[in-house]
């Protein structure tokens, strides 16, 4: 799986959109973008994921450049309960092999009042 | 979605002993994994829970410390052998349920362990 790389840490404050970044110059053509996020002492948990469009659900958008070199996860109104580490994973869709991640270190993301 | 239950939820160990983690799922899954997630680090792939064969293990785990067994779709256990302090860490199950066409994975709350 293409290697990702997310910054270490960003802010945001209540209320504003988050834009979390991603780098995977590396993806291969059959290769998904995937993004997760870890709240303190839960488990993670799966946010949304795509291939080359542009993805959009209850949580969150995805933005993935037109040469899929990067991508940007979008929280539209972050709130305090957004506040946790996501992570940005990149991983083929084909065989059992895909189901498995490959965790990153993330972006710590705080939500500010 | 997939409801996982871990148990326990958090113990401390002494020095050389063993525990086993169970890990419930409410619905048959296709597959099940196990991570380690060491205090402050991300998440590692320990192995992949076959069912009614032997677990496939990623680079650096081993099946004497880390014996896992996954009798039916819906359980596994996950055994962290002679425990050391570096053993310390949150222990997750994650599961790829059958029904679901997006890929995701879902996780248990997992399992703290302290080794003293």
């Known amino acids: 799986d293409a290697k990702t790389t997310q910054p270490t840490s960003m802010d945001c404050a209540e209320g504003r959109a988050a834009n979390l970044p991603c780098n995977h110059s590396t993806i291969s053509g059959n290769e998904y973008v995937y993004w997760y996020r870890q709240i303190h002492s839960q488990g993670p948990q799966y946010i949304i994921h795509g291939l080359k469009n542009n993805e959009t659900n209850e949580m969150a958008s995805l933005i993935i450049t037109e040469d899929r070199k990067s991508s940007t996860l979008i929280l539209p109104h972050a709130t305090l309960r957004d506040t946790a580490v996501y992570y940005c994973i990149v991983r083929g869709d084909s065989g059992a092999g895909s189901y498995q991640l490959t965790f990153g270190k993330g972006t710590k993301l705080s939500v500010i009042p | 979605s997939a409801v996982i239950s871990q148990k326990p939820s958090r113990d401390i160990c002494q020095r050389g002993t063993s525990l086993t983690i169970q890990c419930q799922v409410d619905?048959?899954?296709?597959?099940m994994f196990w991570y380690r997630q060491q205090p402050g680090q991300s998440l590692t792939l320990i192995a992949t829970?076959?069912?009614?064969?032997?677990?496939?293990?990623e680079s650096g785990f081993v099946i004497d410390k880390f014996p896992i067994s996954r009798p039916n779709l819906t359980f596994s256990t996950l055994t962290v052998s002679n425990m050391s302090p570096e053993d310390s860490s949150i222990y997750l199950c994650?599961?790829?349920?059958?029904?679901?066409?997006?890929?995701?994975?879902?996780f248990g709350e997992g399992s703290r362990l302290t080794v003293l």
């Open positions: 829970a076959n069912q009614g064969s032997e677990a496939t293990y």
């Open positions: 619905s048959q899954v296709t597959m």
């Open positions: 994650s599961v790829a349920v059958r029904r679901t066409n997006t890929g995701e994975l879902f």
